[in-house]
């Protein structure tokens, strides 16, 4: 089993500013479908719901038509709110105001041949931009800021939750 976490001084830290703190457990089965391990060594996942004047900041792939909330890694010397700005600045385009912690989920994908954990630190954050435009090197071709959640962005799971956790911020 691969495991990538923060250190757990940097989870303290992040916990201290929630006082209702609990991390949410997801398993997801992959069927027979192989890991793909092939990626940058990371400390875990930040996944962000930037709220905006003109609603909330969905991304997607080029020529998907499924929506997602942004999201990107947490690269292994870079702390954690640092990551949230960077992906945020990247992945759509738009600076944040302000950032506050709302979930972590332990999350465990099983593919075929192995499973993946990697911890997911959910953040509410806040943008006084208007307009997204994801970054040239972003993975997602396409960011924009929807007042309801998009149909095709409802089937992700973990979107779901870190919607729902970020309801009362």
């Known amino acids: 089993m691969l495991i990538e976490l923060p250190t757990a001084d940097e989870i303290d830290s992040l916990a201290i500013t929630t006082p209702r703190f609990e991390v949410r457990k997801l398993e997801f089965e992959m069927g027979e479908k192989a890991a793909d391990l092939d990626y940058t060594p990371c400390k875990g996942q930040v996944v962000l719901v930037i709220r905006g004047e003109k609603g909330v ?4 792939h080029g020529g ?3 929506w ?3 999201s ?3 690269g292994p010397n870079e702390e954690v709110v640092r990551s949230a700005k960077r992906v945020a600045r990247e992945t759509c385009g738009v600076g944040l105001r302000s950032t506050e912690l709302a979930a972590m989920y332990d999350v465990i994908w099983h593919f075929s041949d192995i499973s993946i954990k990697r911890l997911h ?3 509410a954050a806040l943008t006084d931009d208007t307009e997204c435009v994801p970054g040239k090197d972003s993975q997602f071709s396409e960011a924009r800021f ?3 959640i998009p149909e095709m962005a409802k089937r992700a799971d973990i979107d ?3 919607l729902t956790d970020c309801s009362t911020k």
Do not use: M, N, Q
Not at 57 to 60: D, E, K, L, Q, S
């Open 57 to 60: 900041v969905y991304v997607r």
């Open 146 to 148: 929807f007042a309801e």
């Open 72 to 74: 990107g890694r947490i």
């Open 160 to 162: 779901r939750f870190a």
């Open 121 to 123: 630190i959910v953040f």
């Open 68 to 70: 997602s909330l942004p």
């Open 64 to 66: 998907e038509d499924t």
